[in-house]
Nanobody
C-alpha cells in the first residue's frame, strides 16, 4: 500500500507560479513511476506530467515549457513546478503512483495503482 499526500495548492494570479508536492509513504518510492493529473469542474481527469522509467519526464502539450516535474527519492516526494500559470490551469491536481515492474503507459489514469486526495489550484485572470 502506498499513501500519497499532495500539498502546495492555492489561489494565484495569471502569470504566477506554484509548486506542488506529493509525499509518498508505504513502499519503496523509487520503484514507482509518478504522475500528475488534473480535473477541472465538469471535465474528465487529464494527464499533466509524469516521471517514469529512467527518470524520463513527460508532459501534456499544454504545459510544456511552463511546468516541470521532478522527484527526490531520498524524500519520497515528487514535485510539480508550475510557472506562467493560466486561468485554464485551474483544477484539482492529483498525484498518482504506478509500480514500474508492471509497466503501462503513464498517460492513462487506469494504470495507476494509488492516488492522492488532490489539491486545488485556482488561477485568477
Amino acid at each position: 500500500q502506498v499513501q500519497l499526500v499532495e500539498s502546495g495548492g492555492g489561489l494565484v494570479q495569471a502569470g504566477g507560479s506554484l509548486r506542488l508536492s506529493c509525499l509518498a509513504s508505504g513502499r519503496t518510492f523509487s520503484d514507482y513511476g509518478m504522475g500528475w493529473f488534473r480535473q477541472a469542474p465538469g471535465k474528465e481527469r487529464e494527464f499533466v506530467a509524469a516521471t517514469w522509467s529512467g527518470g524520463i519526464a513527460y508532459y501534456t502539450d499544454s504545459v510544456k515549457g511552463r511546468f516541470t516535474i521532478s522527484r527526490d527519492n531520498a524524500k519520497n516526494t515528487v514535485y510539480l513546478q508550475m510557472n506562467s500559470l493560466k486561468p485554464e490551469d485551474t483544477a484539482v491536481y492529483y498525484c498518482a503512483a504506478r509500480n514500474l515492474r508492471y509497466g503501462g503507459n503513464y498517460y492513462y489514469t487506469q494504470i495507476y495503482d494509488y492516488w492522492g486526495q488532490g489539491t486545488h489550484i485556482t488561477v485568477s485572470s
